[in-house]
């Protein structure tokens, strides 16, 4: 059965330092999305993507994030800077098409361990 | 968003049946109503939605009432893996992403 992949799993970075996690989203899915969740708190919305560029982004995602698909398979999110609250499990997410009743498939998730 | 309301947890036996409520009163007509679930240290997992009708899938059923305020995720028969955080969750026909509230805990006894 098709997957989202997600890498690194865990991740360790000092404050301050950029990090780049990397999703492979299924392969004919057109709508791609980053959720976080701190430790022992909800899974919150990030961005969401779709045709080469952001179509929504919540609060949380500001001007130390940002999103691309490179090459047409990985779906990045870069953090330009780290904090120690941006220690969370990283969720990419993706969706097949134009439905907004569709399912998102998301990944097992990177965790994120800012020291 | 629209509102939804669950316990925070509840607790069932394996092998027996699951109902899982939730109440969004709030509900609009372009609503559509999602459950997902996350399993411990995994990402979350679709596992049913509907509109006006009850629903059945694989996984569970989906009761929603006449008036659309409530509905019920059932699960027939729950085994030890299906302890998880379930959420109840309504989106608007015209967005694409969906928003987590804080869900139900679901612990299985064996």
Known sequence: EPEVTQTPSHQVTQMGQEVIL?????SNHLYFYWYRQILGQKVEFLVSFYNNEISEK??????????????????TLKIRSTKLE????????????????GELFFGEGSRLTVL | DAK?????????????????????????GTDYIHWYRQLPSQGPEYVIHGLTSNVNNRMASLAIAEDRKSSTLILHR????????????????????????????????P
Do not use: W
């Open chain 1, 22 to 26: 990397r999703c492979v989203p299924i």
């Open chain 1, 58 to 75: 919540s609060e949380i995602f500001d001007d130390q994030f940002s999103v691309e698909r490179p090459d047409g398979s990985n779906f």
């Open chain 1, 86 to 101: 941006d220690s969370a499990m990283y969720f990419c997410a993706s969706k097949r098409g134009l439905a907004n009743t």
């Open chain 2, 4 to 28: 939804t309301t669950q316990p925070n947890s509840m607790e069932s036996n394996e092998e027996e049946p699951v109902h899982l409520p939730c109440n969004h009163s709030t509900i609009s």
């Open chain 2, 78 to 109: 729950a085994t030890l893996r299906d302890a998880a955080v379930y959420y109840c969750i309504l989106r608007d026909v015209r967005d694409d992403k969906i928003i987590f509230g804080k869900g139900t805990r679901l612990h299985i006894l």
